[in-house]
Every structure is written in C-alpha cells, then in structure tokens.
C-alpha cells in the first residue's frame, strides 16, 4: 500500500511539474527528470525551462510533500499523545505559536542569522511552538483533569489571540503587512530548495523520535495507567512526542505558515481506512499528508486565471472542512466525542 | 504458563510491604499497611468504599509514589525496577478498561506482550502462542476480530483479562477486574484463574467487592479497613461476625454450603 501511495505520488509530482503560467511539454519535463541517470537526454532543454522546472516548480512539490507529510504526522502524534480526535497542531494552537515565534525574530532582525549552520527561525518557531502548546495544556488542564474539548478550547483562544499578536506585529512593521495573510493562511509561493533543505533535517529528527515509539502509542491508548502497568514510562514517552510534533510543527509553519487541516483530517482518513496501529498508520500519514497538500498548492498556484495564487490554507481548509463536518456527523461513534 | 525467568531465585516473599503509607496530596490513603504475599498464594483484599484497596494496587504497580514504608517484588524495592522488568513479573488488571482507538480485540490482546518484547521486534512465536492460550482461557477467540470500542462492558473486560494472562506475569493483580460481567462470565474467569493457580503456581492478588466470591475463591483475604489491615488470614477464620460486622458495619449470618464446604455471608439489613 505504501509502494501504491509512493507511486501516486511520483506520477503526481510529475503531472504537477507540467502545470504553470509557462507552458511545458510533459516530454521536456521527462527529459528533465530523466537527466540525473543520463545528462545527454535533457541536452537542448532551454535554461530558463529547466530553471523553472527543477528550482521553481520541482523544489515547490518537494516542499509541500514535505511539509504536508511533516503536519499530519504531528497531528497523528498529537491525536495519540493527548488521546483527543480533535488535536493537531492547528487546534492546539502550536502552529499559531510556531508563527508568532517566527515573526518574533524577523521583527527583532534575527530571522536570516545562522548559528553553526542552523538557521535561527525554525528554532525561534520551535521556542513559539512549545510556549503556546505549554499555556494551552495548563489552561486545559485547570480542573486537573484534560477534557476532550476543553483542550481543544484553549487552543483556539490561544491560536486566535497569537494571530492578533502576528498581526500587530506585522502593522508595527509597516513595510511588510502584506506577508500577514502569508502567515496566518500559509503559503508555499517563491519557495526553493533552500526551503527544503531547511524543513528536512526536522522531519527526518521529529519523525525519528516518532517512529521509535510507534508500539507505545498503540499502548497509550488503553490509557495512562494500563500502559504504565504494561511497562511503558508513559511521562517521558509523552514528553518526547509532544518535543518531536511540536518540531515538525515548528520547521513546516517557518517555511509555510499556518495550513490547517491537513494534520487534523489526514490521521483519521488514513485511521478509517486501514485501522489505528501505528506501525502501518504513521507511515501511511506521512505519505497521505504530502500527497495532499500537493494537490491543495496545486490548485492554490493555478485555480485562478489571472495568475494570482491563493493561498494555500484557503484551500486546504475549503477540501478538509467538509470533510470534518462529514466525520461528526455520521461517524461521532468514531470519533468518540 | 505463568513463570518469572528460570535464571532469578525467587525468594520466599513475591511482595513484601512494610509499613506502607501512601496516598494523594494532603491525604494518606494507606496508612501503616503490612502483608506479605508468598509464592502460589490466592489472596482476596476486600473492605469498603474508601478503605484503600485501589490505592493499594495503584502503590503496588508503581504507579502511586509512596510516602513512607517500603514494597518490595521479588526482593527488591518497587522503585529500583525498571518499567519493563516490572511489568514482565506484575500484570494487571483495572477497573473499568477503557480502549480509546478502534483496535480489534486481537490487537489489544497482543499489547500485553509488551514487556516481553525488543523495539524492533516482530511478534514472536512465543508471543503469538501466549496470545492464543490466553484468548482460549477467556473464551474471547469469538472477539478477536472485533473492535473493542464495540463490543460489551463484559466483553471489554474479558479482552483486558486476556491481554493480561498474555503478559505472563509472576504475580496477577486484579482489581475488580469482573465487575461488568455477568455472573455465569465471572465464575468463568475466576475458575481460570483457580487452574493457573493450581497447575502453574500462578499468584493471584485480587481486589474484590463480593464477600462470597472470595469465599468461594481465595485461600486467603485480608480486610482492610480506612486504609489498616483489619484482619489477614484463611476464609474460615476471617469471616466471622465480629470481623465482618467491624469491617462492613453491618449485621451478617454467615452459613456454610452443604457439599463443597465453602463459606457464604449473608449481610442483613
């Protein structure tokens, strides 16, 4: 299944390279793909066609295979972690939280500095990231217990009041207002490899720490006390988890800004249809959420004729509402509420 | 079938608890408890709401910190085991399972494997072979492929039991761990439980509310009583009126039944 999933999205990444304001003939694309096993068969392509291709084009699919895989992992993770159907970064208010720590630093002029090589926004974001996701926890927890919605309701009233905070950031500065709807909706215009290269050592850390686990969320989900009782350090567990989600968060939300959705909907799709074990499921996840968001910044690049994109939270949130709407009200048993 | 690692001398106390103190913030459930459970041994713990059987198990798996007093498990302090190694010797059952994915019946069964296995590791023939004993033992085959958020109270508990014997432990604590079933289910259980018992020397700890069931099971209860021991010995010398009216406030008559020479209460209102 995984190798069917692999392979769609190999074929759509192919058919997605062809779509743009210039046109390309899927043969010169071919040439182009083909050239890493043999230079000579992209010989004769025009520079500027295979700048587009390979550096625009190509490193955009890349990104959103990558962040979308990157969010909706973190939202299964965040699902299994906190038990809670309706949790992922967005609805926790840790995207939110990554972006406002983002904006943070390139207000204060820290975004471009490289420390050792490591670039100081995606931490700044991760700093964000996990603030929001630790005063979203207490303010969920305050009658010591954690209620399904409840949690959810702080992270709503943090996420809003953190997207204020990133608007009056932006207005403060004046020259840069137009980029708030970039941060508030995502976006994945003018991205390049750079981007990539940026997003992908965090993926690789986050889902590290995520798939070494996978046979303790399983257990997790007889709750608290059975999994310590089968042996499982359950506090520590839950504490590397929320570290990793919250770093995939964080790296995908410095690139992108906030796109919700993907991490709330992509686990209960992939869930519903092949069963909750995470050893199958979390894979699945990762290559499901890529594969979606590229078809969302497909369609968020070339929906509209006059060659202006939307962006692509408009999008992802026009396909996955409906979509939710459709689990709570026929498959509440489901989700558990 | 349930056997701790051939290699470790066990000592002659499975769980020794000393002196035990513990509870939640501010308030000291146990206060001042000691037993010892030996090797083989079926013991009931019953007592009313609030008397600190939960508690008791809750300190007895590590999962409550203790205030003061010691447990020990297979000689060594609670504390110094680690998780895993724990589990591989403790098994428990709680009260009111609740499955929170949709996992089949099978799936959560073969969780209980857990302790057993490595991280990278495939279930092993072992594992399965445990898995297969103990959904036959709880009648639970018939469930297998269903998901457990489906299926009964009764039935959850009986998936839970099973995931537990396939853990293997040493020692099986049990609190309440039938109280969804219906009577005809429970009497099921405990006569698994009763063979494990007899034929493998497992060790049974079980919290209980029903005075007769024990009587009926346990070789040994132990009352407790706002969080003391009230009395610890074989059914025939516990439940007697004085004991039972101290511990549950309540007149009783107490008969024995004709044949199998097994203790019941009636309590009177």
């Not at chain 1, 074929?11 to 050239?35: C, D, H, M, N």
């Not at chain 1, 299964?76 to 990554?98: E, H, I, K, M, R």
Request: glycine share 10%; aromatic share 6%; with cysteine.
């Amino acid at each position: 299944m995984w190798l069917g999933l692999l392979l769609l999205i190999v074929v759509t990444a192919f058919i997605t390279s062809g779509i743009g304001p210039l046109e390309i003939s899927y043969k010169t694309i071919l040439q182009l793909w083909l050239a890493p096993i043999h230079p000579a068969w992209s010989a004769g392509v025009d520079d500027t066609v295979r700048y587009i291709v390979i550096n625009v084009r190509l490193a955009r699919i890349v990104l959103a295979l990558t962040v979308g895989g990157a969010l909706a992992l973190a939202g299964a993770v965040y699902q299994g972690v906190l038990l809670n159907p309706l949790a992922d970064p967005f609805t926790l208010g840790v995207s939110s939280g990554a972006a406002f720590g983002a904006s943070l630093a390139i207000i204060a002029g820290v975004g471009g500095i490289h420390l050792l090589g490591i670039s100081a926004l995606p931490v700044a974001a991760f700093a964000g990231a996990l603030s929001a996701l630790y005063l979203v926890y207490l303010l969920g927890r305050m009658d010591g217990r954690i209620h399904v919605t409840t949690l959810v309701l702080a992270g709503i009233i943090v996420s809003t009041f953190l997207s204020a905070c990133i608007s009056l950031l932006k207005s403060l500065n004046e020259d840069s207002v137009s980029t708030i709807v970039f941060w508030i909706m995502g976006s994945f215009a003018g991205k390049s490899w750079t981007h990539v290269l940026l997003v992908l050592p965090y993926l690789v850390l986050g889902g590290g720490v995520i798939f070494w686990y996978t046979r303790e969320l399983d257990i997790l989900s007889l709750g608290d006390i059975q999994a310590q009782h089968l042996g499982v350090d359950v506090q520590r567990m839950r504490l590397f988890l929320l570290l990793a989600s919250s770093l995939l968060t964080a790296a995908a939300v410095a690139v992108s800004g906030i796109i919700g959705f993907v991490g709330l909907v992509v686990p209960h799709l992939v869930r519903l249809g092949i069963g909750p074990r995470h050893r199958r499921l979390l894979p699945a996840v990762l290559l499901l959420g890529g594969f979606l968001l590229l078809i969302a910044d497909t369609i968020a690049r070339s929906l509209l004729t006059t060659g202006e994109e939307l962006p692509v939270g408009v999008v992802t949130a026009i396909l996955g509402g409906p979509f939710f709407c459709y689990l709570l009200l026929h498959r509440k048993k489901y989700l558990q509420l | 079938m349930l056997s701790a690692a051939p290699s470790k001398e066990i000592p002659a106390a499975l769980i020794r608890v000393g002196d035990l103190w513990c509870g939640y913030p501010g308030h000291d459930v146990l206060r001042g408890l000691s037993f010892a459970v030996r090797k083989g041994e079926f013991i009931g713990i019953l007592g009313p709401n609030g008397s600190g059987k939960t508690t008791l198990l809750l300190a007895l798996s590590g999962i409550l910190p203790i205030r003061g007093g010691e447990i020990e498990v297979l000689g060594y302090p609670l504390g110094r085991l680690k998780h895993k190694e724990r589990a591989r010797h403790v098994a428990v059952v709680t009260q009111e399972p609740d499955v929170r994915l949709p996992f089949s019946c099978e799936e959560v069964v073969r969780m209980g494997r857990y302790p057993h296995q490595k991280r990278w590791q495939l279930d092993s023939i072992e594992d399965a072979e445990a898995v297969r004993r103990a959904m036959f033992l709880t009648d639970t085959g018939v469930l297998a492929e269903r998901l457990i958020t489906a299926v009964s109270g009764g039935e959850k508990q009986r998936v839970i039991m099973a995931k537990t014997l396939a853990q293997e432990g040493t020692v099986l604590l049990l609190d309440e761990a039938t109280s969804a079933m219906d009577i005809h289910r429970k009497l099921q259980i405990f006569k698994v439980l009763e063979q494990l018992h007899v034929e493998n020397g497992l060790t049974v700890l079980a919290v209980m509310h029903d005075v007769n069931l024990a009587a009926m099971f346990c070789e040994r209860i132990i009352f407790l009583k706002e969080g003391c021991v009230v009395a610890d010995g074989a059914p025939e010398s516990v439940l007697i009126p004085e004991i039972l009216e101290e511990v549950y406030e309540t007149r009783v008559l107490i008969q024995e039944v004709p044949n199998i020479r097994k203790l019941q209460v009636v309590f009177m209102p």
